[in-house]
């Protein structure tokens, strides 16, 4: 392959602004970084926009062989400085190659048309820390969730720290992002889904999980729990019992434990 060419003053100022929430929605872009994630990134045809990396990347015997590889899969790629992947990168210590990418589009239409008899979904409602949301697509992922619901109150999908905690899941899992959740219960419902709720004071989770049929599991903030009317449209409430010495449980750890429940913990070796 060509080697790369150093990135121009347009292209780079593009790319700042999709540290910008508002930029990535209106273009559809966004950005990844580390050597793995865009690796993932690069096995999905039609993913990447641009790759990014410096010459010291560049340099390296493993990162001429990446190079190579994003040749051969016909990704542009640009060379940009140690001070412009500082004004790029929100890591402590970046590893010298990002990506612009287009996320994968999933939406409620997709949802609907999922066929199995046993299928899970995974919904938040209103979950706004990225780490968290990023940790429980993850989760999803090694638990083999069918596809995950992100509420127009949550977290954007796009934002980087959610995308970094994902650690490349995003790819693995559908995910289906700004879904209003009053409007999408209703319409899964109607095709033979339960709806359990974790709730604290519902149901003991080893009373309703594991549990068969199509099942949509709802999971709200640490701070807020559920939104009313997402609560009001549960069949059922469960409850993840602890110790009582503190007030809740992380939502991410949360959702875990309930996946594995619900899955008696085989559901990711399918």
Do not use: Y
Not at 66 to 92: C, M, P, W, Y
Request: proline content about 6%.
């Amino acid at each position: 392959m060509p080697p790369p060419t150093p990135i121009t003053a347009g292209k780079f100022k593009s790319f700042r602004l999709l540290l910008n929430k508002k930029h990535r929605l209106e273009s559809g872009t966004c950005l990844i970084e580390g050597r793995r994630f865009v690796a993932e990134a690069l096995d999905r045809p039609g993913t990447i926009d641009c790759l990014l990396c410096t010459p010291r990347f560049a340099g390296t015997p493993e990162g001429a062989e990446f190079l190579r590889d994003a040749g051969r899969r016909n990704a542009a790629v640009h060379t940009i400085t140690e001070k412009q992947l500082g004004q790029l990168s929100d890591t402590v210590s970046s590893q010298g190659v990002l990506a612009v990418i287009r996320l994968p589009g999933v939406g409620p239409q997709d949802i609907l048309r999922l066929r199995g008899e046993r299928l899970l979904l995974v919904a938040l409602d209103g979950v706004t820390d990225p780490g968290n949301l990023g940790a429980i697509i993850r989760t999803c992922a090694w638990f083999g969730a069918d596809a995950v619901l992100i509420s127009e109150r949550s977290v954007e999908l796009s934002n980087p720290k959610l995308l970094r905690s994902t650690m490349g899941a995003v790819f693995h899992v559908p995910v289906a992002a700004g879904i209003s959740l009053p409007e999408m219960i209703p319409d899964l419902r109607k095709k033979g889904f339960r709806i359990l709720a974790a709730e604290a004071g519902g149901e003991p989770a080893g009373a309703v999980l594991p549990c068969g049929g199509n099942v949509l599991l709802v999971f709200g903030s640490e701070a807020r729990g559920l939104s009313p009317i997402v609560r009001d449209l549960a069949d059922v409430k469960f409850g993840i019992a602890g110790s009582g010495r503190i007030e809740s449980l992380n939502v991410s750890v949360a959702v875990g434990i309930a996946l594995f429940m619900a899955t008696s913990g085989t559901r990711n070796a399918r």
